[in-house]
């Protein structure tokens, strides 16, 4: 855990200095420490980053932390671009890494009950409304459509609305693979054209 912890460190202090971010001189906690909380909370919290912010403070790794509502507004004022190539050098670790062995599959993120659905105010429309054969269930919200390593390390991802069928999701898709990788997936990704 420790030695994850260093390397979330590492690789997030020099990701703003290639990028050229900037943080002001006042900040309590720099950026590279905001996403290091983060990917902390992803790896070993389930995605709780209060759980993340304690540990990280308590443990001495980052002392000066902020409040929970401080670092909440920091988390959504990084820029999105720094998230985006935060993801991709982790995705090139994990590919070269791996074994050549990738999975792809979806799943949904529902955004409310479907009795919420006329109050809803985030998503709106009917390409938001979904299908889950394996539970017989629809929803309304989107579908993450994911490409991970045989391990589950996620090396490429798509988020699409809950109505957009695997296969039309599918052509979106870079499959920035290895050279030479296998790609598992469900029947639903049967593409014969």
């Not at 070993?44 to 000066?64: K, M, Q, V, W």
């Not at 050098?89 to 990738?102: P, R, S, W, Y």
Request: aromatic share 10%.
């Amino acid at each position: 855990m420790q030695t994850e912890i260093i390397m979330f460190c590492v690789i997030c202090d020099n990701l703003p200095e290639s990028m050229n971010i900037r943080d002001d001189i006042q900040v309590w906690m720099n950026t590279a420490e905001v996403m290091t909380v983060v990917l902390t909370a992803a790896r070993f919290f389930c995605g709780n980053i209060r759980t993340s912010a304690c540990f990280l403070r308590e443990h001495g790794y980052i002392p000066d932390m902020l409040s929970e509502s401080r670092l909440n507004r920091r988390i959504h004022a990084t820029d999105e671009s720094a998230w985006e190539n935060l993801f991709l050098t982790f995705a090139d670790i994990f590919k070269a890494a791996g074994n050549g062995e990738h999975i792809i599959d979806s799943f949904p993120v529902p955004v409310c009950d479907n009795i919420r659905i006329p109050r809803a105010k985030i998503l709106r429309g009917k390409d938001w409304h979904g299908y889950m054969p394996s539970k017989r269930r629809y929803f309304y919200g989107t579908r993450v459509h994911m490409i991970t390593t045989a391990s589950g390390y996620p090396v490429e991802f798509v988020m699409a609305p809950g109505k957009d069928s695997d296969v039309a999701v599918l052509r979106q898709m870079r499959f920035d693979l290895p050279e030479g990788s296998v790609c598992h997936g469900d029947k639903i990704y049967n593409d014969y054209n």
